[in-house]
């Protein structure tokens, strides 16, 4: 039997330096959340300006957008500490060291669902409309976080032969 494997080795980063003994720079993974929340950004622009959000002024659109990244972002970080329990028992401050990585859609998810029943009732607003425009974005983001994501095997998982398949 002849098997098949591509083995590669791309980077995470988009591009990275060393800065006092680190090695800090711009992840793909991080640049897919900055594409994502800038399509989101643009849409609910353009969405309010054709009235499909009355009443989401400019001010409202930077209060929401903020509420957005900061669900998106705090959420799905809290979510991926929630799901290493072990890790957070032993080593409680691990949630506070995002440069390590790690991020829970599910944490996201939630994040974003709260941010948007927040502007929907601090602005009047239908939480199903907004749900709706939001929608469109996120697919977008989602894409672009999977893409570097399976590219440079961060959840590529485990080969069969491994787990005795």
Do not use: K
Request: proline letters at 4%; a positive charge; charged letters at 10%.
């Amino acid at each position: 039997m002849v098997s098949f494997l591509w083995v590669h080795n791309l980077s995470p980063f988009l591009f990275q330096m060393q800065l006092g003994g680190q090695t800090v720079g711009v992840r793909w993974y991080g640049l897919a959340y900055v594409l994502g929340l800038f399509a989101a950004f643009f849409v609910f622009r353009y969405a309010a300006r054709c009235g499909y959000l009355a009443g989401l002024d400019g001010e409202a659109q930077g209060q929401m957008m903020v509420a957005v990244t900061a669900g998106v972002l705090g959420s799905g970080r809290l979510g991926y500490v929630l799901q290493h329990p072990g890790r957070l028992l032993s080593d409680p401050l691990f949630g506070f060291r995002v440069w390590e990585g790690g991020m829970a859609f599910y944490g996201g998810l939630v994040g974003v669902i709260v941010a948007l029943l927040w502007t929907a009732r601090r602005y009047g607003l239908s939480f199903w409309t907004l749900a709706d425009v939001a929608a469109f974005p996120a697919a977008f983001g989602l894409a672009w976080g999977a893409s570097p994501t399976s590219s440079t095997a961060n959840c590529g998982g485990v080969r069969p032969a491994a787990i005795g398949a």
